[in-house]
């Protein structure tokens, strides 16, 4: 199977909502306060991410070559990664690898940047530790109660 990487636009927007909000449902919701729930979905609903990418936010994304959407990247700043999702039934065959490599690099291209952040969900900890991420210190509690591990990662 092939897949397919390419920068976002506007028009796949619905897309990347529908497999965000799935994904963030099946994998970060269950370990979340039903209070931070709301808030989460929200910043994924379509008209959100729309906004997003019209304001230059960078979501690089994965499809398979029916055209389904399986994984999405998304930077702010060119330093925050603040969406990281792929598609459950196709974890583990490196595609957030790929999507995290063309990322990165893009924000180097446009910015130079050295230092990128996030804030981790407890299940992708593993993942970003060996991408390289370190914590950047303790546990965050959002004021929705979402709790995260702040990390970064420096290149040298
Ligand atoms: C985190 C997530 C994006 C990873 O996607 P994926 O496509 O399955 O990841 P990959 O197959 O590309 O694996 C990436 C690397 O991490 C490694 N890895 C995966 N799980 C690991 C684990 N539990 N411990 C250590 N390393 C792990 C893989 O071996 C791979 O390393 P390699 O490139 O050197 O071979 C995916 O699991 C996901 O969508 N999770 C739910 C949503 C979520 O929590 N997103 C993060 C929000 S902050």
Redesign the pocket.
Known sequence: MTIRYRLARPQDALEIGVLARR??R???LPWQPASAAGPLLRGMDARAIRGKILAGQRFHLAWQDNGRLV?VAAMRDDSH?F??????R???????????QRTMRDAVRRAGTRRFT???????V??????GFVPSGPLLVSDTGLV?QPMHLDLR
């Open positions: 994904v963030t099946r994998w970060i994984g990664l969406q990281f999702f792929v598609s459950t196709m974890h583990g065959r490196g595609i957030a690898r790929r999507l995290w996030l804030k981790a969900s407890a299940m992708a593993p993942v970003y530790l060996h991408f995260t």
